[in-house]
Nanobody, 125 residues
């Protein structure tokens, strides 16, 4: 049974830092792209960052570049998102997701077939 379980969210003041984790099980984690997505107050889910099995990274949301760092530990089947200098516009439910790797990691959420339940990040000004 595939499971992706996010943790590490919570309330934080603007300028603060949080590290999200995503524990994966039930599939060949080291062969999958992993991504972080978020949904804020709007209806659409935004692609935040992705990482390949070999730890090649991509930051899809311009607003997080230089502030967020995605990483993975294939030995622990765990994905991370280090978030620094958090801003109120980072308020969102954050989801991790997994997609089979086929040469690159897409930012399109429909390519991801496994999803976690999400962890809420609430940034106050």
């Amino acid at each position: 049974q595939v499971q992706l379980v996010e943790s590490g969210g919570g309330p934080i003041q603007a300028g603060g830092s949080l590290t999200l984790s995503c524990a994966a099980s039930g599939y060949s984690y080291s062969r999958y792209c992993m991504g972080w997505f978020r949904r804020g107050s709007g209806p659409e889910r935004e692609a935040v960052a992705g990482i390949s099995p070999g730890s090649g990274t991509a930051y899809w949301a311009d607003s997080v570049k230089g502030r967020f760092t995605i990483s993975r530990d294939n030995a622990k089947n765990t994905l991370y998102l280090q978030m620094n200098n958090l801003k109120p516009e980072d308020n969102a439910m954050y989801y991790c997701a997994a997609a089979p790797f086929s040469g690159y990691c897409s930012r399109r959420d429909y390519g991801y077939n496994y999803w976690g339940q999400g962890t809420q990040v609430t940034v106050s000004s």
